[in-house]
Structures are given as C-alpha cells and as structure tokens.
C-alpha cells in the first residue's frame, strides 16, 4: 500500500532531470555578507530554461565558488529554489562537494587529463604520467560522479529522463543505471572525442571505465559525426563491443545503446534581442572611436589552449609582413576571456598570447595605429558589438567540439562578416562551405586566408554571410535539447 508520504516524495521528484559540473546560476557575496545571483548564459541554459516552462524538471550542478557553497548551505537539501532564491522558475540542487575532492576531479583529471586526451593537446614527450598519485586523483573522480548521481536518484520520478552533460560526469549512466533501471538517460559530449590512436594513452582500466560508464546511457550524443564515429572505435577496440555503423549503436553487455550526432545552434533571436541593448551600443562607440574607419579582423575566445590564440597572432603578423598595404588600414581586436588559471599551462599559455601581441604591435604600430587591440577580461556586451562590427571573424581551434563564436559571429554581423574558420572545428560540417577553411597549424595558410576575407567583395561577404547565419540558427538550443529527450522516448 502507497502512503501519503510517498506519494508527496513522488510528486515532488522530477520526470526530466539535467546534470553538469557549471549550473543554471552563479553567487557572489556582498560586502555586507548577503548572497546576489545571477543566470548564466549558453545553450543548455537556454534550451532548459524554455522546456522548464513546459515540464517538471530539475537541474543537479556543482557549487564552483565559496559563495555557491554558501548559497548551497543554506538550502533545504541544496535546493536553491526552497531557499527562496528566484533561479528563473527552474527547480536548481546545488552539489555541495568536499574541496579536495573537486579539485581532484574537475581541475586534475576533467580538465588536465580528460580534455587534454580528448583536445590531443598534451606535449607528450613530457606529459602525461599516470602513477600512484593520479589513481588517487581518479578516486575523487570517481566520487564526484558519485555525488551527481545520488542527487540525480534523489530526486528522479519513477522513469524519469535525465540528461547528463559531458566529460565531466562520463560515469554517472552507468551509477544510475545500476540502481535505477527504470531511468531513461542520455549522456552529451560538447568536446570532441579523441580518436583510439590517442585514447590509448590513458591506463587500460581507465579508458574501459570511462566508455562502460558512459554506455550506462540509452542514448549517447556528439555535436559532430566525426566525433560519434571516434567513439564508437573506441568502443571496438577497447572494449571489443559490436558495432552497427550503418545506424551508429552499439552492443555491450546485453544492452544497445544510440549514438546520435545533435549539432547545437545559436539562438538566433536571444543573441540579436541581447545585441540590441545599449551597453552593447555603447561598447562598439567605443571601439570605432578607438580603431577609426579600419577594417577589423575579430577573434573572441577564452584563453584555452585548443582555441589557437596564438598561430591566429602569428597568422596577423605575417599578414601585415606580406601585406604591407593593410598597415593603418587594420586593426586586430582579439577578446580572450580569462580561463583556467588553476592550471599551469594554461597561466603560461595567457602569457605567450600576450607576448605575441605586445611583439606585433611593436613591430608594426605607429603613434597613429595599434595594429592589434588584446583585451584578457570577461565583457561580453563589448564581444558582442565586435561581432556586429567584424569585417573577417577568425576561428582558428586545434580542436573543438562545435565553437559557437563560429557560429555567433554571422547572426549578428550587420554587415555581413568572412569567416575563417578551422577544420577542426565541428562547426566546419555545416558552415564549411561558405567559411574560408584553414588547417589550423598552418600560420601561413591563415594569413593567406585573412588577406582574402578582408579584399572579399562585400556582396560575396554580404551572402556568405547571410547563408552561414541561417545554417548557424537551424538548430535552436531549445530543440538540440528537446530532441535528445525526444530520443529516450
């Protein structure tokens, strides 16, 4: 017989579940001690936020700061909407997890080991080494997982869909799938996933865990087929596992799973509503006032180590070397966010960028001009006037699972903007025919490349342009995610 009791625990479970390391919202604490949030941006955030309005659904993050912790504290079970803060009508558990133990498992092996293998960004003749003290890293990995999966069983209806997101959780599907068979879960890979050749660097234990953990899922998703089909070889290597090429599933352990490809689109209409306002007028003033009637050249990134900042510099100067007659009819804006300063080779990766930047503009700037405009800070109303501004938009990656800047750059060009854009990019796929594609290792290539963007006749631009934006908005957050909930029925 059903209580009362269970029947409320019932209802106040969720049908449709997401998990990812970086929540819904972020805290900050005021001089006085008080808790002030505010909502992140991107697709997930967007593509949740509409479904939420429809459905009963829960999201399951990490606390990332001290004041996330606080918020996290203070809220019944760490949910922050008990707690009476308004996190957008979403219903939002904040994960308060030990700090060693996040550490461990976000900045050691997600973010210097899982993305460093997927990205194939390590200098290997240095790097990695996995002994005794990384097996203790992989045990908090493990944990962390762990956490995620508990506040997902928590708070789970009875064959609820969840949607886990990203290397960071690879081992949540098969923790679920082991206590909760009735679940139906999805997992989502934004990266690119490395081919076997590379992935066999990790220990063999670790590299069969991480693809059993993930194949705990009914339904795997990439953002490129070239990523999807690197996943499934290493499903046939390493776990010898059958493979259906024809309709990309795969059979392991008296379970089929789905993998699929969902290509996630800019949202067209939030960005230009947002592009609109007058902070993001005020910053392009601004910029026009500082670089004049110059033709610009655009890069907006984090300071990541796979975005290519610097072959995209030295791509520039040997422009102006080749060029000379772009000299004081250009300017480079290049914005880099700030990221992961926690780990060393990234800190000495910011200084290399700015380095090149202060060379360049040694060797080329004049009392009149500054060849190149590095901004290292996060604003992202003046990213978004450089794009409405930008003659060529450059997206140069080594690697990267989709790139939305790629993306983002066309649907808000009032002008119509060239794109040159990697090939590893997945962003590539759809945009690749009307992007001036470049090898990202080949600096002269890229200059070449830019030299064409900036002499593109502007109707040619103008049309280029315009087809890339629509290819861009084709697929909506909203249903990138829809459809991969539609996917587990």
Not at 258 to 281: K, Y
Not at 297 to 309: A, H
Not at 435 to 459: C, F, I, K, Q, W
Request: proline share 5%; hydrophobic share 40%; glycine share 8%.
């Amino acid at each position: 017989m059903t209580t009362t009791r269970e029947v409320d625990e019932q209802v106040d479970k969720a049908q449709i579940l997401v998990a990812s390391n970086r929540g819904p919202v972020s805290f900050s604490i005021g001089d006085d001690g008080s808790l002030s949030h505010r909502r992140g941006g991107g697709g997930l955030v967007s593509g949740l936020s509409a479904i939420g309005a429809e459905s009963d659904t829960l999201w399951v993050c990490a606390a990332l700061s001290d004041a996330d912790r606080k918020a996290a504290s203070s809220a019944p079970e760490g949910r922050l909407d008990r707690a009476g803060f308004d996190v957008g009508g979403m219903r939002v558990r904040m994960l308060d997890i030990p700090p060693a133990t996040f550490a461990n498992a976000y900045t050691s092996v997600a973010n210097s080991t899982l993305w460093f293998v997927h990205h194939m960004l390590y200098d290997t003749p240095n790097k990695p080494s996995f002994g005794a003290g990384f097996r203790a890293e992989w045990e908090d990995y493990r944990s962390y997982n762990a956490a995620f999966a508990e506040g997902l069983l928590t708070g789970a209806a009875d064959n609820a869909r969840v949607a886990v997101q990203d290397y960071h959780l690879a081992l949540v599907p098969r923790m679920l799938r082991g206590r909760r068979p009735d679940l139906r879960i999805a997992h989502f890979s934004h990266t690119p996933w490395a081919p076997p050749e590379y992935f066999r660097m990790l220990p063999a234990e670790i590299a069969r865990e991480l693809l059993e953990g993930m194949l705990g899922a009914d339904h795997l998703g990439f953002l490129s087929p070239r990523w999807a089909d690197a996943f499934l070889r290493c499903c046939e290597t390493f776990l010898r596992a059958e493979i259906d090429w024809s309709k990309r599933c795969v059979e392991y352990g008296g379970r089929i799973v789905n993998v699929a490809v969902h290509a996630l689109g800019a949202d067209a209409e939030g960005l230009r509503s947002r592009a609109a306002a007058d902070d993001v007028a005020e910053r392009a003033a601004a910029l026009r006032e500082r670089v004049g009637d110059r033709r610009l050249i655009v890069r907006v990134d984090r300071t990541e180590l796979s975005k290519n900042i610097v072959r995209g510099l030295e791509a520039y100067r040997e422009l102006l070397r080749d060029h000379p007659e772009w000299h004081d009819r250009v300017t480079h804006l290049a914005f880099a966010y700030p990221s992961r300063g926690d780990v060393p080779e990234y800190r000495a990766y910011t200084e290399a960028v700015r380095r090149t930047a202060d060379e360049i503009n040694a060797e080329f700037g004049t009392d009149s001009w500054t060849p190149l405009v590095l901004e290292v800070n996060d604003d992202y109303p003046r990213s978004l006037a450089a794009y409405r501004m930008a003659d060529v938009l450059l997206v140069n990656p080594i690697r990267d699972g989709m790139n939305l800047v790629a993306k983002e750059g066309p649907v808000l060009s009032d002008d119509g903007c060239a794109l040159v854009l990697s090939t590893e990019a997945g962003a590539a796929d759809e945009l690749g025919g009307d992007a001036l594609l470049v090898n990202p290792y080949d600096v002269s290539e890229t200059a070449r490349a830019l030299h064409t963007g900036l002499e593109m006749p502007a109707e040619e631009r103008r049309a280029r342009c315009g087809r890339m934006a629509e290819k861009a908005a084709a697929l909506h957050p909203q249903r990138w995610l829809a459809d991969q909930l539609r996917a587990l029925g």
